[in-house]
């Protein structure tokens, strides 16, 4: 896990790069296209960082829960997940 936790904050750090350069686009006047490009790439990234965070929680903290008998609580949280993907 020790890794993959560096890959996001490695990629967390970019993304906040991206949105400081986006900041600098709006008070430049680029182009409206432009900045939704950009605005869209963040977005994806936002997306795949939340996406790997799942992956190992599905792989490993609810596998744990469900071993203690957590299984409601692991339950609760992967639902309380879908129904934020889905916003």
């Known amino acids: 896990m ?4 560096q890959k996001l904050i490695r ?5 906040e790069g991206q949105v400081r350069g986006l900041q600098n ?5 680029i182009y409206c296209i432009d900045v ?3 605005t869209s790439a963040v977005k994806q990234a936002l997306s795949t960082i939340e996406d790997k965070l ?3 929680h599905l792989g490993y903290c609810l596998v744990n829960q469900i071993k203690k008998g957590q299984a409601d609580k692991a339950t609760k949280e992967i639902l309380k997940v879908y ?3 889905r916003k």
């Open 2 to 5: 020790h890794n993959d936790k």
């Open 11 to 15: 990629r967390l750090k970019i993304i």
């Open 25 to 29: 686009m709006l008070q430049s006047d």
């Open 36 to 38: 939704i490009t950009q």
């Open 54 to 56: 799942m992956e190992g």
């Open 83 to 85: 129904q934020l993907k």
